[in-house]
Nanobody
Framework: VQLAESVGGLVQPGGSLRLSCATSRFTLDYYNIGWFLHAPGKEREGVACVTIADGTAYYADSIKGRFTISKNNADNTVSLQMNSLKEEDSGVYYC??????????????WGQGTQVTVSS
């Protein structure tokens, strides 16, 4: 499994950012896939995941209604659209496969991560 995140960045509170993860068609077809956040001094936190079974998306309560995960089979990517960003959304975001999406904590394989900083 190979996962490569796009470059993150610095954004002001209330702003938006879109992360993309490049992978293979095999990964998209056979693995649940999503994102988790590792903020400084905190445990890793599952953010979003989409199932292979039926494409159901699961979200952490902290970002529900603000973030949207999507799979694009045409270019073998998984994206995370982040809107209404808050300072507490800052940290390193990892694209990851998941054993199960529903619990958002069963990380399997992940990429190198990308830094997102929300600050004024």
């Amino acid at each position: 499994v190979q996962l490569a995140e796009s470059v993150g960045g610095l954004v002001q509170p209330g702003g938006s950012l879109r992360l993309s993860c490049a992978t293979s068609r095999f990964t998209l077809d056979y693995y649940n896939i999503g994102w988790f956040l590792h903020a400084p001094g905190k445990e890793r936190e599952g953010v979003a995941c989409v199932t292979i079974a039926d494409g159901t998306a699961y979200y952490a309560d902290s970002i529900k209604g603000r973030f949207t995960i999507s799979k694009n089979n045409a270019d073998n990517t998984v994206s995370l659209q982040m809107n209404s960003l808050k300072e507490e959304d800052s940290g390193v975001y990892y694209c990851s496969t998941y054993s199960f999406c529903s619990t958002l904590d069963e990380f399997e394989t992940w990429g190198q991560g990308t830094q997102v900083t929300v600050s004024s």
